[in-house]
């Protein structure tokens, strides 16, 4: 009786321990969380560790101006045998006023639940923060080479291109 006990508890502790570390997580956040007036925030709504994200609906946002968005992302990673993985709605977002806002919860439906994230406060001024937008985007391989862009400077052009009076011939 004992025995069978003792492994009763060692698969309850270990199945606890299971779904602990597979809980979905939904959470917001901000970046950078103080801009000037004229200046851009990105806000990013990630559900982690669901198998399937149904919807995620994204806050109210009646003091900002979405410049881009939503766009998605998604990633997994695997460290000592955990798998976790994300997906993510980002939002290039500028500000309608100066002073302290809060950005509402979002909500989620994941796995057939409902999850809601955290809000988060942003502080606009009316003075430029320096703070520039560090955005995760990859460098695109076919920068510079668009179908009218100048393939050299003029300048060094010019060494090339034959004058009149250079060729043999032609005056």
Same mark, same amino acid.
């Given at each position: 009786?004992?025995?069978?006990?003792?492994?009763?508890?060692?698969?309850?502790?270990?199945?606890?321990?299971?779904?602990?570390?597979?809980?979905?997580?939904?959470? &917001?956040?901000? !970046?950078?969380?103080? /801009?000037? @007036?004229?200046?851009?925030?990105?806000?990013?709504? =990630?559900?982690?560790?669901? %198998?399937?994200?149904?919807?995620?609906?994204?806050?109210?946002?009646?003091?900002?101006?979405?410049?881009?968005?939503?766009?998605?992302?998604?990633?997994?990673?695997?460290?000592?045998?955990?798998?976790?993985?994300?997906?993510?709605?980002?939002?290039?977002?500028?500000?309608?006023?100066?002073?302290?806002?809060?950005?509402?919860?979002? &909500?989620?439906? !994941?796995?057939?639940? /409902?999850? @809601?994230?955290?809000?988060?406060?942003?502080?606009? =001024?009316?003075?430029?923060? %320096?703070?520039?937008?560090?955005?995760?985007?990859?460098?695109?391989?076919?920068?510079?080479?668009?179908?009218?862009?100048?393939?050299?400077?003029?300048?060094?052009?010019?060494?090339?291109?034959?004058?009149?009076?250079?060729?043999?011939?032609?005056?």
């Amino acid at each position: 009786m004992q025995v069978s006990l003792q492994k009763l508890f060692l698969l309850l502790f270990l199945c606890c321990g299971f779904f602990a570390t597979a809980q979905v997580r939904f959470s &917001t956040s901000i !970046a950078p969380s103080v /801009i000037g @007036k004229n200046e851009f925030a990105q806000l990013k709504l =990630t559900v982690e560790n669901a %198998g399937e994200v149904q919807q995620i609906e994204p806050p109210v946002l009646k003091n900002f101006t979405v410049v881009s968005g939503p766009n998605q992302e998604s990633g997994m990673s695997m460290v000592n045998g955990n798998v976790k993985k994300y997906i993510a709605l980002s939002y290039i977002i500028k500000p309608n006023g100066i002073g302290d806002f809060i950005i509402p919860a979002a &909500t989620a439906k !994941a796995d057939g639940a /409902i999850y @809601k994230s955290n809000a988060v406060t942003i502080r606009v =001024t009316s003075a430029s923060t %320096g703070n520039t937008l560090q955005l995760n985007t990859p460098n695109n391989p076919f920068a510079g080479m668009g179908l009218f862009d100048d393939p050299m400077p003029r300048k060094a052009n010019r060494d090339f291109i034959l004058k009149k009076e250079k060729i043999p011939g032609i005056k």
